[in-house]
């Protein structure tokens, strides 16, 4: 069965996804209803649907990912695309190939969708200038992960309902994280209260222009939070004297039912994975039962079908 | 053979006397400006004033320039040119070609070359090339330390000897106050003038555009102005120490002005430019990820900007430089972070400067000055000047002419500049090299 005879038709204006920044609230709303539909339709025994038959899409990855690489892959099989991946590692661009090359030579094997993730800020925006399909960007370098940010937002509001009036708190390596800068711009579009928590360091400078409150406590960032996020941890941070070491940073940083009770008491806890256990949180509050972790993954899929399948409304029908 | 250009023509003086007449004659250096007329013979400004007019000076040609400006050519300080090593980018002769089309007539070379000027051979080739092939005079800057390393000092007085105009270390500062120190201090010997790029390596470490919202936003890694003042501080404690003349070759914003001024108000021997990028951009202008805007220093905030233009409105930035930097498709059509830095300017560098002053920001005099009198008076040549005897490196001005950049249309042979369809007021419309025409617009 299809999805789309289920869900109300979204008015998604845009060939591509680049960035969360540029969405409307209805469009980013649009796309988490549509969500929930794919959401309804991955629990059923049959899970898939001819939306995308005869569609190609290609999942592009100059940076390695499994599990961000694996729920495209699904969304598009779920929906009944033929789906190919490609993963090319950083020294065979260095080889002499430019990402432009790379963007051409794809384009003329005609897919309809690519999904790419790169390395760099803005290389996704640069090679949808250059193909004929729709390009959907899956990370670029500390830019943008859009997907991240809706699947996040979807499963906030399964479990809180709303977004106006919530405080969200997201603690860790803000300034290199795609996944914080989408978060903030969702979720301010979305009317929740973002704050972000982190070592002057890992802050980036002036991301209070960004619409944040920062802190650099865990104890004042997270107190009264409706949501703790959790960003993971780099180890090359350590390396570049960003941070002096791991015990320190667990200790000051990591979360662990401590700090946790510094948030409300129906605070949940998210991290978009993967997770570096006694790192940036201990085993036991990511296992625990304010954790939603698991269901981000699931609601990983749900949202990249939903997106699929309203870039795919704007593809050429003959 | 090179048969883009009529080889050493260019520098060889017309055999009539040319009269320009009823010009607007502008001297920066003296304040001059009147209107009147300017004998160009032998290669050198013969005679100006109100009594050249057409047919006082018998047997000359005349040139009616309608009212329009005859000024000094402008002289570049900072002209990244291909040759040798990166013909591809730009050889001297396109770069040259490019320098004529925008009313400049000196270029300084810099020594960011395959392999680097930091030889005496390397000087020689480039003056030769020149003279056989480039359009306007060419000053090669020579490395002021082996191979740009920072690390050792190299022959500043056989360089100089041979030709090199003053010492640079190119895109980089030398990070070793020791050798920095060594490098004042001999060149002092010499009256050889350092020009020295401001970034403290490890501060500026995998920084790609200004630090600020505007990075934050885009996730690109910030370079601090403060890599640029912790520089310029240093480097003015050296000159303090040495007495060596010092020059900043690019500051880019206000704190740094602050510095130069404070030097300045002590009597040291610093100067400073700026390049015509840091003072018509800002770094809002990137936008999307345009790789055309990436340059070294980063562009900076618009509060930045204006300090650069008041600097140079009030004459503590003393020169402004095109910071020309030729690079091609395989450069810059590459994600931001990844992609080179530097923007052409040479064809674009007047039209750009005279923004400032239409906008009444920059007196046209100062303008001027910044852009031909003063790098001349720092680097010894007896250009950039409207007097009797002076080489007849001129350029007759439509201040008001208006016109549009087109990238295609651009001499140089890359064409990565950043006023793509920028509507521009006031241009070159002849440019004169020793008293040669070796432009005319249209």
């Known amino acids: 069965m299809s999805i789309a005879a289920e869900a109300p038709t979204p008015a998604f204006p845009h060939r591509h996804l680049l960035g969360i920044e540029g969405l409307t609230r209805e469009e980013i709303l649009s796309l988490l209803d549509l969500s929930e539909a794919a959401a309804a339709q991955s629990r059923q025994v049959d899970k898939k649907s001819n939306v995308l038959r005869g569609r190609t899409l290609i999942n592009l990855f100059f940076e390695a990912s499994t599990r961000t690489q694996s729920s495209f892959e699904l969304a598009g099989k779920r929906l009944g695309a033929d789906v190919m991946n490609m993963s090319i590692p950083t020294s065979s661009i260095k080889k002499g190939e430019t990402l432009i090359d790379t963007a051409v030579t794809l384009n003329a094997m005609r897919p309809d969708l690519l999904v790419v993730r790169h390395h760099a800020a803005g290389a996704v925006e640069l090679l949808s200038q250059k193909v004929d399909c729709s390009v959907i960007n899956a990370g670029d370098g500390s830019h943008e992960h859009p997907t991240q940010a809706l699947l996040d937002a979807m499963t906030i509001r399964r479990h809180k309902g709303r977004f106006e009036g919530l405080t969200v708190a997201i603690c860790g390596d803000i300034m290199h994280s795609r996944v914080a800068r989408s978060n903030i711009l969702s979720l301010n579009t979305l009317g929740a209260r973002v704050r972000v928590v982190a070592p002057s360091t890992l802050l980036g400078e002036a991301v209070d222009r960004l619409g944040v409150e920062a802190f650099t406590s865990m104890r004042d960032g997270l107190r009264n939070a409706d949501v703790v996020m959790m960003l993971r941890l780099q180890r090359e941070r350590m390396v570049s004297s960003l941070i002096p070491s791991q015990r320190e940073y667990f200790h000051f940083y990591g979360l662990d039912a401590e700090k946790l009770a510094f948030a409300k008491d129906d605070a949940i806890v998210m991290h978009p994975g993967p997770m570096n256990r006694g790192v940036e949180i201990d085993a036991q509050t990511a296992d625990g039962p304010r954790s939603v972790i698991r269901e981000q993954v699931e609601m990983g899929v749900a949202v990249r079908m939903a997106v699929l399948q309203a870039l795919a409304r704007h593809l050429p029908n003959e | 053979m090179d048969t883009e250009h009529e080889p050493e023509a260019a520098h060889r003086p017309l055999r009539k006397p040319l009269a320009l007449v009823n010009a607007r004659l502008i001297d920066p250096a003296s304040g001059l400006d009147a209107f009147g007329g300017l004998l160009i013979a032998g290669g050198t400004i ?15 040609e005349s040139l009616d320039c309608g009212g329009r400006t005859v000024a000094p050519g402008l002289i570049d300080m900072m002209v990244f040119c291909g040759e040798p090593g990166h013909e591809h980018r730009e050889t001297l002769a396109t770069a040259s070609s490019a320098a004529a089309a925008g009313g400049v007539t000196t270029i300084c070379c810099m020594p960011n ?11 020689d080739f480039v003056l030769r090339r020149a003279r056989d092939t480039a359009l306007v005079q060419v000053h090669p800057m020579a490395a002021m330390t082996r191979d740009l390393k920072g690390e050792e000092i190299a022959e500043l007085g056989l360089l100089r000897d041979a030709g090199a105009i003053a010492f640079t270390n190119g895109k980089s500062s030398v990070a070793n106050a020791k050798i920095m120190r060594n490098v004042l201090a001999y060149a002092k010997d010499y009256g050889a003038l350092i020009v020295h790029h401001l970034e403290d390596p490890a501060l500026a470490e995998g920084g790609v555009m200004n630090e600020g919202e505007v990075a934050t ?39 740094s002005l602050d510095v130069i001024r404070s030097a300045k108000a002590r009597g040291l021997p610093v100067t400073c430019g700026v390049s015509i990028n840091h003072l018509t951009l800002n770094e809002n202008d990137i936008g999307p990820y345009r790789t055309f ?28 430089v095109s910071a020309h930097d030729p690079r091609g498709a395989e450069g810059k059509r590459r994600p ?14 007047l039209g750009a400067g005279l923004r400032l002053y239409h906008n009444g920001e920059v007196t046209l005099h100062r303008l001027l000055s910044a852009l031909s009198a003063r790098p001349a008076e ?13 080489p007849a490196d001129l350029v007759l001005i439509d201040l008001e002419m208006p016109w549009t950049v ?37």
Do not use: W
């Open chain 2, 406 to 442: 087109a990238r295609e249309d651009l001499r140089s042979k890359s064409t990565n500049t950043p006023f793509d369809e920028a509507r521009f007021e006031g241009r070159a419309l002849v440019t004169f090299v020793a008293g040669r025409p070796v432009y005319h617009y249209g």
């Open chain 2, 113 to 123: 070359t395959d392999p680097v000027i930091d030889d005496v051979a390397l000087v």
């Open chain 2, 293 to 320: 805007f990436k340059m070294m220093p980063p562009l900076r905030t618009e509060d930045d900007r204006r300090a650069m233009v008041e600097g140079v409105a009030s004459g503590d930035i003393d020169v402004i």
């Open chain 2, 336 to 349: 931001f972070a990844e992609a080179n830095d530097g923007a052409v300017g040479l064809e674009t560098l």
């Open chain 2, 378 to 390: 720092l680097l010894g040549l007896s250009g950039g000047r409207l007097v009797k005897g002076a």
């Open chain 2, 217 to 255: 936003r885009l996730g690109l890694r910030g370079i601090p102005t403060e890599a640029e003042t912790i520089v310029l501080d240093r480097d003015i404690r050296l000159v303090e120490l040495t007495g060596g003349r010092y020059h900043a070759a690019q500051i880019s914003c206000r704190a």
């Open chain 2, 46 to 60: 013969a005679d100006l004033g109100m009594h050249i007019t057409e047919g006082s000076v018998e047997g000359a």
